[in-house]
């Protein structure tokens, strides 16, 4: 379960961008400045992302904060899943990350597997929309909804980049050292139980 503090300060964090964005009283947005701050210190002192990090996270967004998407992509061939090895930490994770704005869902999951994983990939079923914080081993300062979309390979070959240094494909009884924060035992074991049931309905938290 995520610790209390982070409840706290995220609920802080909240409260305090939407006070800036719609009050009009100057000595409303001081207080809610300094709440905002208050907010982001304390995710700086109990967690593992720099204060920079956090400005840059929770600072400089407007209106109501809702939380981040995550698109991961599921290629599962021959009974073994497609993992890519992130640079930042030397784990591994399936491919994928943030979405951008002016992306569909199937465009970005396209765009990350060629990016990390060098492959070209049809999107082809929505497999789950999970609440990133469950049975997250590492509290995260900010909500995320990860989304798993099965994917079809098409073709292409990998190459080092700034984001990962291998690709590779597993067992689930043979999975290398994970990138917890991003991919879970659990998260693949589902990809897998979803690949053996193409009449599955989409899991969601």
Known sequence: MQEKWLDWAIRLQAIAQSGLTYSDNK???QRFQ???DVSAEILREYSDVSMDKV???FCFE???QT???DVRAVIIED?????VK???DGKWSLPGGWAEVDLTLSENVVKEVKEEAGMDVEAIRLLAVLDARK???YPSPFGIYKILIACKALGGSFVPNIETSECGSFSLDDLPELSTGRTSKDQIALCFLASRNENMHTIFD
């Not at 009974?79 to 993992?83: A, K, M, T």
């Open 79 to 83: 009974g073994r899943i497609l993992l």
């Open 86 to 88: 992130e640079q930042i």
């Open 135 to 137: 049975g997250n081993p």
């Open 67 to 69: 939380p981040k998407i």
């Open 62 to 64: 407007k209106g109501y």
């Open 34 to 36: 300094e709440i905002r």
């Open 27 to 29: 000595y409303d947005l």
């Open 55 to 57: 400005v840059d996270l």
